[in-house]
């Protein structure tokens, strides 16, 4: 008699552990048609949390949630109350597990002051919160200093916080007046040093100690730091697989890195076709997005750690050094089309306008806090010059 409970107990013992290994793998009971089916799971989450759910325009819940679906194409929008929407189109393989994350914006960022010295230019080291600033307003009534390090780390920037002053352009250079608007400001690749250029006279500037070097050898620097910048590249190709790194190094002009260094922004520069780096030993849904064929002169960004390659056509006629940057979260890039400001999934899909209102068009960066840097003047009729705004698109 124990031996035949031994032997049931076993059997249910198989039986739920089989129940629950189908179920993890999407399968499920067809009452209509009385038969086990095979499905696929869509994982979704967003940012808010809570957003409403649709599946091809039939509503079903709010995030964050699993839901089993039958193999197929399917169209998943997610929404929520002041923020724009987000929508994308999938195939999902029976089998799979499919994770999808939305990153909602509000559509009425506010705009919060940074700063009120009056900027004329504008230069970020690194993709840290700092700033090389050059301000008509004399920081430092002792020194008299113009050109200024910003500290944004600071949770108070004035006249008097988070502003260290550098040096005074105005007398430091031979000449009697300086105009600021033809200054040129460029700092080195470890962003350690500054070249400011005005005229046919050249200062550089090293930022830690504030020592200066007048006239120095501008063409030879230049010539220095492109070998630095060439260094770095070849670094960041070399973290590329195998299976890429000729390609990345011969037909890739690589122009921005995410900050979790596991997407590369780039320009194709001639055609190439990507092989997989990483073979699948599991079903996948089909992507339809991952372009593994690059055309020349079209915009790309590479996801190495799972081996995607993304077409980024709203990117294609924007001038990415200067108009372009990362979101923090390292799944968008932020740019500048025109008067307004664009955010972009790093796969090329939902392009949209997060910001409309005023703004200087010669920069654009990102904050720690997941917003948008920008130089606004909301009032040019007494104030000449833009401050620096955090606009609150979270």
């Known amino acids: 008699m124990k031996n035949i409970y031994r032997v049931i107990t076993l ?12 179920f993890a793998k999407g399968y499920r009971f067809d009452s209509e048609k009385v038969t086990i089916t095979s499905t696929g799971i869509v994982s979704i989450s967003s940012q808010p949390k ?10 079903k819940g709010v995030t964050d949630q699993n839901l089993n ?19 994308k189109n999938i195939n999902l393989t029976e089998g799979v597990v499919l994770s999808l994350h939305a990153h909602l914006f509000s559509k009425n960022p506010g705009l919060k002051p940074l700063t009120s010295i009056g900027i004329k230019k504008i230069v970020q080291l690194d993709n840290v919160p700092q700033f090389i ?17 910003l500290n944004l780390e600071s949770p108070i920037i004035s006249l008097q916080k ?12 031979a ?5 600021l608007n033809h200054l040129k400001l460029s700092p080195s690749p470890d962003f350690t040093q500054l070249l ?23 063409d030879q620097l230049q010539t220095n730091w492109n070998e630095e910048i060439q260094k770095e590249k070849s670094l960041i190709i070399k973290s590329f697989p195998k299976e890429l790194q000729t390609i990345a190094s011969n037909s890739a002009d690589i122009l921005k890195i995410s900050p ?10 001639s055609d190439a076709e990507l092989p997989l780096a990483i073979k699948p030993t599991l079903p996948i849904s089909k992507d339809t997005l991952n372009h593994r064929n690059i055309v020349k002169n079209k915009v790309y960004i590479y996801d190495k750690k799972n081996d995607k390659n993304y077409l980024i056509k709203p990117l294609e006629n924007i001038d990415i050094e200067n108009k372009a940057v990362w979101h923090t979260d390292s799944q968008h890039i932020i740019f500048i089309e025109g008067n307004q400001i664009k955010v972009v999934d790093a796969d090329g899909e939902n392009s949209i306008v997060v910001y409309s209102g005023p703004f200087e068009k010669n920069f654009i960066s990102s904050s720690p806090r997941g917003n948008i840097f920008l130089l606004i003047n909301l009032n040019n009729n007494n104030n000449p010059y833009a401050d620096l705004y955090e606009i609150e698109i979270n």
Do not use: C, H, M, R
């Open 175 to 179: 000449t009697d007046s300086v105009d």
């Open 69 to 87: 679906l039958k193999p197929g194409n399917y169209t998943i929008k997610i929404t929520s109350d002041g923020y724009t929407s987000w929508q």
């Open 133 to 149: 600033v050059l301000t008509d307003n004399l920081i430092n009534s002792d020194n008299k200093n113009n050109l200024v390090l």
């Open 196 to 218: 400011i250029e005005y005229e046919k006279e050249n200062l550089l500037v090293d930022l830690k100690t504030k020592e200066t070097f007048a006239n120095i050898d501008k």
């Open 260 to 269: 979790d260094e596991n997407k590369i922004l780039y320009k194709a520069k």
């Open 50 to 59: 809570a957003s409403k759910i649709y599946i091809n325009d039939e509503f």
């Open 11 to 22: 059997t249910l013992f198989l039986i739920a552990l089989l129940s629950f290994v189908f």
């Open 162 to 173: 988070g502003i260290d002053p550098i040096i005074n352009i105005q007398t430091t250079f």
